[in-house]
Nanobody, 115 residues
Framework: QVQLVESGGGLVQAGGSLRLSCVASGSIFSINAMGWYRQAPGKQRELVAAIRRDGTTNYADSLKGRFTISRANAQNMVLQMNNLKPEDTAVYYC??????????WGQGTQVTVSS
């Protein structure tokens, strides 16, 4: 099993930046991909960005160019969020997909962007 802990959320003004981190522990060898999802009130959870085992990435079209996903190391995934907008307000969740098709979720971290 993989355990995930997110950090870095908070309150920021529109146009500002935040840097989210996700630290994984446990069966790290089993991870095929890691990603960030977000869920705003009344909305479905949506993919923000993901990074695969080979380092390739993908982003939600609306976020491409503002958000960057990367790995600080094998256990630490980072989401750099720039030029934040009020519509980015959501709970952001770290997610991992294992080699056997199961996934794990962090507890979420709140990001609030004020106008």
């Amino acid at each position: 099993q993989v355990q995930l802990v997110e950090s870095g959320g908070g309150l920021v003004q529109a146009g500002g930046s935040l840097r989210l981190s996700c630290v994984a522990s446990g069966s790290i060898f089993s991870i095929n991909a890691m990603g960030w999802y977000r869920q705003a009130p009344g909305k479905q959870r949506e993919l923000v960005a993901a990074i695969r085992r080979d380092g390739t990435t993908n982003y939600a079209d609306s976020l491409k160019g503002r958000f960057t996903i990367s790995r600080a190391n094998a256990q630490n995934m980072v989401l750099q969020m720039n030029n934040l907008k009020p519509e980015d307000t959501a709970v952001y969740y770290c997610n991992v997909l294992t080699i056997w098709g199961s996934d794990s979720w962090g507890q979420g971290t709140q990001v609030t962007v004020s106008s």
